[in-house]
């Protein structure tokens, strides 16, 4: 094996040059580079080293996502990179050290686009599930930097678990998923309990009500079919 210090200039470069294309005039460029990122994030464990380079990539992915790339293909592979930025480089989003503007835009671009194609709508859900999941194991203010997105994203996951086309890409499972991490996320301790205005009882109120809507549903369709 190379030994570390060479292995991490190549990875390193490899980012930059990568990062290069993911704005390239070419869809087919474009794709290939987003996804050649997605690799290196997720086969690289300095994570430190990578920090820069995900905060340098992530706006053009968030671009590429919420502005509409021409191509599906683009945007598919922008927002399942996005997920895998919240699974595996969080921290890089939400170090105190920095401003977390980049952060709240990842986030508030999630939630918006859960009114997009079933595909994209579900790895978007799946984006909140991971950057929960990433959150509720850091301390401090940076395990705390959801909270104040956790009552907004609630909010944009129920119509989009009622969405028509929900049964596509598996978008109403992913929409449940991610209303569930994030209630846990906010039951986690007090602190963050305490940075979340979330009434409870309303939510299982709603969670009971369309239970019995879903079931009424059931019943209607056995009975059509007698």
Known sequence: PLPRSRSRRGLLSSARAIQGNIQHAEWRNREAAVMAFCQILEGTADLESMKVHVQTALPMLIHLFAKGDEHILV??????????????????????????????????????????????????????????LACAELEGAEGTALAQHVAPLLEQLWPCAERADGAEANLRVQAYEAMTELVQYWGRDDETRALVRLDLVTLL?????????????????????R
Do not use: M
Not at 99 to 128: K, Q
Not at 208 to 220: I, M, N, V, Y
């Open 205 to 225: 109120q709603e969670v009971l009500r369309r239970l019995q809507a879903s079931f009424a549903e059931l019943d209607a369709a056995r009975a059509a079919t």
């Open 75 to 132: 945007r598919d592979t922008a927002v399942f990179t996005i997920s895998e930025v919240c699974r595996l480089h969080t921290p890089a989003l939400v170090d105190a050290r920095i401003d977390r503007s980049l952060f709240t835009n990842t986030i508030t671009t999630l939630g918006t686009s859960l009114v997009a194609e079933p595909r994209l709508a579900a790895r978007a859900c799946a984006a909140v599930c991971n950057c929960t």
